[in-house]
């Protein structure tokens, strides 16, 4: 069974750092870039960026390139969001999922990890 | 980079169909064909329901369907059911290599 699975909850601080993973399994995790996106409570999808885990290419979203870092260890399949100094406006639900991209003709997302919820609250 | 516009929300009733627009750019929607949508219920990751404007994955039903016409794609829900109540997005592959998602749109069955 191909599935992604997330690490858990976090609650932080404002100013402390955070890396939250994503495990893929049952398919050749170099074949698919791993794409991350958030949804703030009560809010829509918001497109972050993607990895290429083959070479750890990476693209972001304009709105949130310098503020997050998606990376990751394809030795042991997980996929990586990362913060260095988190603010309040970053608490919401963040979900990674296999994308696969139109180089190869076709698009799609699927499937998704459950979601890890980050609350940043002092 | 802005998200796609779709309706707030949208309703049906049950045996009914309808649809759900959302609208882009030539830089992304208009520029290809790779347009996807996804149904999310509460509490509940997204679930792939239509991809590449207008192809079905293996196991979502037959009454959801997909078009395009210029800026615009469209998902179309036939016989609507009740389990069909959920949130709906549209995403698209757009310029820079990157993706963007509509705004969602909340489907209630009546």
């Known amino acids: 069974e191909v599935q992604l699975v997330q690490s858990g909850a976090e609650v932080k601080k404002p100013g402390e750092s955070l890396r939250i993973s994503c495990k893929g399994s049952?398919?050749?995790?170099?074949?698919?870039?791993i794409t991350w996106v958030r949804q703030m409570p009560g809010k829509g999808l918001e497109w972050m960026g993607r990895?290429?885990?083959?070479?750890?290419?990476?693209t972001y979203s304009p709105s949130f390139q310098g503020h997050v870092t998606i990376s990751v260890d394809k030795s042991i399949t997980t996929a990586y969001l990362q913060w260095s100094s988190l603010e309040a406006s970053d608490s919401g639900l963040y979900f990674c999922?296999?994308?696969?991209?139109?180089?190869?003709?076709?698009?799609?997302?699927?499937?998704w990890g459950q979601g890890t919820l980050v609350t940043v609250s002092s | 980079q802005s998200a796609l516009t779709q309706p707030a929300s949208v309703s049906g009733s049950p045996g009914q169909s309808i649809t759900i627009s959302c609208t882009g750019t030539s830089s992304d929607v208009g520029g290809h064909d790779f347009v996807s949508w996804y149904q999310q219920h509460p509490g509940k990751a997204p679930k792939f329901m239509i991809y590449?404007?207008?192809k079905r994955p293996s196991g979502v039903s037959d009454r959801f369907s997909g078009s395009k016409s210029g800026n615009t794609a469209s998902l179309t829900i036939s016989g609507l059911q009740g389990d069909d109540e959920a949130d709906y997005y549209c995403?698209?592959?757009?310029?820079?290599?990157?993706?963007?998602f509509g705004g969602g749109t909340k489907l209630t069955v009546l």
């Open positions: 995403c698209s592959y757009a310029i820079g290599s990157t993706w963007v």
């Open positions: 990895i290429d885990p083959s070479d750890s290419s990476t």
């Open positions: 999922a296999r994308l696969f991209g139109p180089q190869y003709g076709s698009n799609w997302i699927d499937p």
């Open positions: 049952g398919y050749g995790f170099t074949n698919y870039l």
């Open positions: 590449d404007v207008n």
